[in-house]
């Protein structure tokens, strides 16, 4: 991309998401919201190789050298859910922080349809993104953040990169994907699959996937069972069998919040065992 291009965008960088993405409102009534008591939170810029890049990071504000959770966003952008998301962790003792990912090609947030934005989504290239989520540790890694104790976790979109980046980074720990999808077409910017790496996981990754997923066959997640399987992974999976896709996502009507509550206990319960925490 020009770096004039990029340069216009970067002056709109401390424009991240207020509220929630334009395609996925009216927002639901079970929305949670976590408040930023005892938390340092808001927006930061991620130096990257051509610019800076915006993100969402919440801490506690009390201490330092706390472990790294890595949020990955959906395919809606770094809007008030994954935010939330993030000061969620920041309660629990967590440096959290979510990159804006799709920075350089556009503006998602604004968009009103999933139609407008996949367009945009698939001009993204993987390299971009696990290197823009490299410069997100190296950040946390000088901001109070222990890298050593490094975890990621994404969701629908980010639940894919969630797999890739645990292949990509041996500093991670552990990772939690939620519901990415596993298999698909290889492209030029987006070639490899969850299914693809299995054999170069870095680190456990936990699945959690709905049994009612029609986006997501289950037939997808025995194949990568059987590649984890293969490669001797601890990797493992979670399927919530009456859960649709997106289950965590309490703004929207796929919400379901028993399966998301297991899954945030999960996740948690997940990032201890294996050193993020």
Not at 38 to 50: E, F, K, M, R, T
Not at 86 to 98: D, E, K, M, S, V
Request: aromatic letters at 10%; one cysteine or more; hydrophobic letters at 45%.
């Amino acid at each position: 991309m020009a770096d004039g291009l990029f340069g216009r965008r970067q002056l709109i960088a401390g424009t991240l998401a207020a509220g929630f993405a334009m395609a996925v409102r009216p927002i639901a009534a079970a929305t949670i919201t976590t408040d930023t008591d005892g938390l340092i939170a808001g927006q930061v810029n991620i130096p990257v190789a051509d610019g800076e890049i915006p993100a969402y990071r919440a801490m506690p504000e009390s201490s330092g050298n706390v472990p790294v959770v890595l949020v990955v966003q959906e395919i809606f952008g770094v809007h008030e859910h994954i935010q939330d998301v993030c000061r969620r962790f920041a309660q629990l003792g967590y440096l959290a922080i979510a990159p804006e990912l799709f920075f350089r090609q556009g503006d998602v947030s604004q968009l009103t349809s999933i139609d407008e934005i996949r367009p945009i989504v698939n001009e993204v290239p993987d390299t971009q993104v696990l290197s823009d989520l490299d410069a997100a540790v190296l950040w946390a890694s000088a901001n109070g953040g222990d890298t050593e104790r490094l975890g990621v976790t994404g969701f629908c979109w980010g639940g894919r990169i969630t797999w890739l980046y645990t292949a990509h980074n041996a500093g991670v720990k552990a990772g939690v994907a939620w519901y990415g999808r596993l298999v698909g077409d290889s492209t030029p910017l987006q070639p490899t699959y969850p299914v693809d790496v299995a054999a170069y996981l870095k680190a456990p990754v936990l699945g959690l996937y709905g049994g009612e997923d029609t986006g997501i066959p289950l037939t997808t997640v025995e194949e990568m069972e059987g590649a984890i399987a293969a490669a001797n992974s601890a990797s493992e999976f979670v399927i919530y069998p009456d859960a649709p896709h997106a289950f965590h996502a309490d703004y929207r009507p796929s919400y379901r919040e028993e399966a998301a509550q297991d899954g945030w206990e999960r996740l948690q319960a997940w990032f201890r065992q294996n050193g993020v925490a």
